[in-house]
C-alpha cells in the first residue's frame, strides 16, 4: 500500500485556540477515510490546511513523499489535491459542463496568444477538454446527460448540485480528492445513492478522505475512519473499532453518558 496523503504533526491554531492540534495520518492509494467528530472538532481547518487555505503552524504534509505544506491553493490543486466545501460552491448561472470545465487545470498548453487566435491547436485542446468534462459527467449515471449539461447550475436539484460539486472537483484528474460532508442537507435515499456513487469513484482507482456527520454513510463507505475532538486524533480503524472506542463515545454523547452506556 502506497501512501498517498502524510500528515506529520500538524497543528495551525486561530489565535488562542488550536482548531488543529499535532494531528498525524496516512490515507493508502485507492482506499476512502472518513474523518469523523462534533462540530468544532477540526475536520475543515484540517482540510483547509491541506488544500492550501491556511499555512499550519508547523507540522508536515506530503503528497506522495513531495512537501505540499504552506503552498498556496492552487499549488496544491496543481499538485493533484481537489477538494469540496461544506456549503456549495457552484457558479450558479454557468452551465452545468463549463462548471466542470472551471475544475480543470489552468489548461491549454496553447498559451494566450494562440487562445486570442483561436488557432486550430487551441481548438482541438479545447474540445479535448470537454470531452474529457462530458466523461466525468458520465460517471453520475442519468443525473447529468445530454441537455441537462447545458442548464444552468442553479436549475439543478440541491443532491444534483452536490453531485456536479464532486464533478468538478474530479475534474483535475486529482491525486487525491477530499469530500467535505458530501451528503449534507440529502434525505436518506439521495445520501445511499451518493455514498454508491462514492465507491464507484473508489472502484475507478480514486483515492477519497471525507468529513462526514451520517454515521450510515460512514459505515457504509468507509476503508477506515479517523476519529477528532479539540483539535486531536482520539481514534483511528474500522468503523466498528472507532465507533465504539470509549473515547469517540464520550465526545460524541459528553462523559456521564458515556459511563452509562458502558
Ligand atoms: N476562520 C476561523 N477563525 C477562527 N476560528 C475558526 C475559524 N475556522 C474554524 N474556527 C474554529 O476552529 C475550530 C474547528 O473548526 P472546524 O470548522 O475545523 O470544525 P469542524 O470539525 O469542521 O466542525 P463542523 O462539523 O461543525 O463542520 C472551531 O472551534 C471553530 O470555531
Ligand atoms: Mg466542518
Do not use: C, W
Request: no cysteine.
Amino acid at each position: 500500500m502506497d501512501a498517498i496523503l502524510e500528515l506529520q504533526g500538524v497543528s495551525m491554531s486561530f489565535g488562542g485556540l488550536k482548531a488543529v492540534d499535532n494531528l498525524s495520518f496516512t490515507i493508502n492509494e485507492n482506499e476512502i477515510v472518513s474523518i469523523i467528530g462534533p462540530n468544532g472538532s477540526g475536520k475543515t481547518t484540517t482540510f483547509n490546511v491541506i488544500s492550501g487555505l491556511y499555512e499550519p503552524d508547523s507540522g508536515e504534509i506530503l503528497l506522495k513523499g513531495e512537501s505540499v505544506a504552506g503552498l498556496r491553493p492552487d499549488a496544491v490543486h496543481d499538485k493533484g489535491i481537489s477538494r469540496t466545501f461544506q456549503s456549495l460552491r457552484l457558479f450558479s448561472n454557468m452551465s452545468v459542463l463549463d462548471n466542470v470545465l472551471v475544475g480543470m487545470h489552468s489548461v491549454t498548453d496553447s498559451g494566450v496568444l494562440a487562445s486570442m487566435l483561436r488557432l486550430p491547436k487551441v481548438r482541438r485542446e479545447e474540445q479535448a477538454m470537454r470531452e474529457r468534462a462530458q466523461e466525468i459527467l458520465e460517471m453520475f449515471p442519468g443525473r447529468f446527460s445530454g441537455p441537462r449539461q447545458q442548464q444552468p447550475a442553479f436549475s439543478l436539484s440541491y443532491a444534483n448540485r452536490r453531485r456536479l460539486e464532486i464533478a468538478r472537483a474530479l475534474a483535475s484528474d486529482p491525486t487525491l480528492l477530499m469530500l467535505d460532508e458530501p451528503v449534507a442537507g440529502m434525505n436518506p435515499m439521495e445520501s445511499h445513492e451518493v455514498m454508491e456513487q462514492i465507491k464507484i469513484l473508489r472502484d475507478k482507482g480514486y483515492t477519497i478522505v471525507m468529513i462526514e456527520h451520517d454515521m450510515h454513510v460512514v459505515e457504509g463507505v468507509s476503508d477506515r475512519v479517523i476519529a477528532m475532538d479539540h483539535g486531536v486524533k482520539i481514534a483511528e480503524g474500522t468503523y466498528h473499532e472507532v465507533a465504539n472506542d470509549p473515547q469517540v463515545v464520550e465526545a460524541y454523547l459528553g462523559k456521564r453518558a458515556a459511563e452509562a452506556t458502558a
